[in-house]
């Protein structure tokens, strides 16, 4: 997330700023993924740590906030957040149906 490769695309081609969790942040998200959420485990602290994330995002001004990860909806939703929250799983989704539709006319 912290790649120029995704921040200066977005800046280039949408003129949006992106804003990312500081250090000690990202390794918590990095750890709730990988040790809790691809194991299947949910945890309330790990859901409350996630929104109090969000929420120091929203306080530096972020509008709305990127899950970039699949398994993020497994723990937060959009009733989680004061900004709209952008499931990349979900884009990508809807996307590739389109296309797949697309291409067939």
Excluded: W
């Amino acid at each position: 997330m912290e790649k120029p490769f995704y921040r200066d695309r977005i800046k280039e081609r949408h003129e949006i700023e992106v804003i990312t969790p500081n250090d000690e942040q990202r390794d918590v998200i990095h750890n709730i993924i990988y040790n809790e959420l691809c194991q299947g485990k949910i945890e309330e602290n790990s859901r409350a740590l996630y929104k109090n994330i969000m929420a120091d995002l929203v306080e530096q001004r972020a509008q709305g906030i990127i899950l970039g990860c699949t398994e993020i909806t497994m723990l937060v939703n959009s009733n989680d957040a004061t900004v709209p929250l952008f499931d990349t799983t979900d884009i990508h989704g809807h996307e590739a149906a389109f296309l797949a539709c697309d291409s067939k006319n």
